[in-house]
């Protein structure tokens, strides 16, 4: 799972895209203006394999260690955050890395990695390393899914163009539930070198892409926590299409 970019976050905050698959954070930062795609998300309920802390040191000691961050999903960063801040009661420091590898072990006590680079630490099981999947360590504090990214639409889109946004919507709950019966085939298509294709099967069965009441549940405190931690202005609410 690899973050949203930067660069189309701020395309649809500015109004230049109608809709896009977007961070949780980025719907808290501007909910006034977007709605969310109902059924629809990249999610984990438990591990969710491309989204690691990898340490130097047992968790339980790293309190007021200098933690490396990558600078390509706030979500993570902020989910993070809330395990350390909120979960284990920790200050750390915290830098931006732009090494996203394992490679930037060597500086810091623990890094945080997601996307590609994650998923092939995941696989190597680096030796020395203590590896922990925030999906995992989130459902084992709260019990509740993980809502990494939504299918987020602009308000002011759904007023103008309400019947195309309804079957785009339509459209992407179908491609979902057909994606769930195709993946040994859409594998076949995909020549990764460094993972072989019952393991990329085996990792996209893992991803949630539902968006259930648990699933709501879990990014309603998701969101309160990181209010909490003053790390976004406010909880916001949960507003859907349709």
């Known amino acids: 799972m690899k973050g949203v970019p930067s660069e189309l976050n701020k395309l649809l905050s500015s109004g230049q895209l109608d809709l896009c698959p977007s961070s949780s954070i980025e719907y808290a930062k501007h909910f006034n203006q977007y709605l969310i795609f109902d059924h629809l998300s990249i999610s984990s309920v438990g591990r969710v394999k491309s989204v690691f802390l990898l340490s130097r040191h047992p968790i ?97 889109t759904v007023l103008d163009k309400r019947e195309g946004v309804s079957t785009l919507h339509a459209r992407l709950c179908d491609a979902k539930r057909r994606a769930y019966d195709s993946y040994e085939s859409i594998a076949e298509d995909f020549g990764y070198e460094w993972i072989g294709r019952e393991e990329l099967v085996s990792y996209w069965k893992t991803i949630s892409y539902d968006l259930t009441p648990q699933h709501v549940e879990g990014l309603r405190l998701f969101y309160r926590f990181a209010a909490e931690l003053r790390l976004i202005d406010r909880e916001p609410p949960i507003r859907f299409f349709p």
């Open 60 to 156: 339980e000691k790293l309190n007021g260690r200098p933690i490396g961050l990558t600078s390509e999903s706030d979500t993570s960063v902020i989910l993070l955050k809330i395990i350390l801040e909120r979960f284990h009661s920790f200050h750390n420091a915290y830098e931006k890395i732009y090494d996203t590898t394992a490679g930037s072990l060597g500086s810091f006590d623990a890094i945080l990695l997601i996307g590609d680079t994650a998923l092939q630490a995941g696989l190597k099981r680096l030796r020395g390393v203590y590896t922990y999947d925030l999906g995992e360590v989130w459902y084992r504090f709260t019990g509740l899914p993980f809502v990494f990214a939504l299918w987020i639409v602009q308000e002011k």
